[in-house]
């Protein structure tokens, strides 16, 4: 069965400071990663992906995350936050030959003044 | 690129009204697309997914003669909430995807639904 989990459902950081939310998942089959950010009131968008090639991948907003296959982690980080990151964020995982994805919980990043 | 309109974003109505959502890939065709709920505080709930020109394939828990679905082009989906009550009362986002396994799902910007 596949699972994704997110295991801070909130994290608070102060303006500029470096932020990591974490996303674990697990499958018995490969997959394709993302992370979406959702603001109030409106629907997801796409920070990342990872499909192949490099375990690095960089996204919007001065966001990035490591695919670490043997962890079967795909962590978000952002090395100096904004007031404006202030949002929740949800990893996706995504099947090879499948059309569903599968959500975690997501993660509320408070960042304070 | 990679745009999805949802419409309306907001809708307040009456019990027992019928109420539609629709979905629309703006520059991209969509091979398949998703209906979503979700609750305050919560991840989002995966309602149904829809392949153009196919029937909707619901998840489990999820009723089909009340969620009625339709994916009649590659650039539209709707969603229709029949007879309405205030516990369907919701966010509902939809999300559409082209192309391959590997593609993401791109997403509207929800409809806040309100039964009274």
């Known amino acids: 069965a596949q699972s994704v989990t997110q295991l801070d459902s909130q994290v608070p950081v102060f303006e500029e400071a470096p932020v990591e939310l974490r996303c674990n998942y697990s499958?018995?089959?490969?997959?394709?990663l993302f992370w979406y950010v959702q603001y109030p009131n409106q629907g997801l968008q796409l920070l990342l992906k990872?499909?192949?090639?490099?375990?690095l991948v960089k996204g919007i907003n001065g966001f990035e995350a490591e695919f670490n296959k043997s962890q079967t982690s795909f962590h978000l980080r952002k090395p100096s936050v904004h007031i404006s990151d202030t949002a929740e964020y949800f990893c996706?995982?995504?099947?090879?030959?499948?059309?569903?994805?599968?959500f975690g919980s997501g993660t509320k990043l408070n960042v304070k003044p | 690129g990679a745009v999805v309109s949802q419409h309306p974003s907001r809708v307040i109505c009456k019990s027992g009204t019928s109420v539609k959502i629709e979905c629309r890939s703006l520059?991209?065709?969509?091979?398949?697309m998703f209906w979503y709920r979700q609750f305050p505080k919560k991840s989002l709930m995966l309602m149904a997914t829809?392949?153009?020109?196919?029937?909707?394939?619901?998840e489990q828990g999820v009723e089909k003669d009340k969620f009625l679905i339709n994916h009649a082009s590659l650039t539209l989906s709707t969603l229709t909430v029949t007879s309405a009550h205030p516990e369907d009362s919701s966010f509902y986002i939809c999300?559409?995807?082209?192309?391959?396994?590997?593609?993401?799902?791109?997403f509207g910007d929800g409809t806040r639904l309100s039964i009274l």
């Open positions: 999300s559409a995807r082209g192309g391959g396994d590997n593609q993401p799902q791109h």
């Open positions: 499958s018995s089959v490969s997959v394709y």
């Open positions: 990872y499909l192949s090639g490099s375990t």
């Open positions: 996706a995982v995504g099947l090879y030959n499948f059309n569903k994805f599968y």
């Open positions: 520059d991209f065709q969509a091979t398949t």
């Open positions: 829809s392949n153009e020109g196919s029937k909707a394939t619901y």
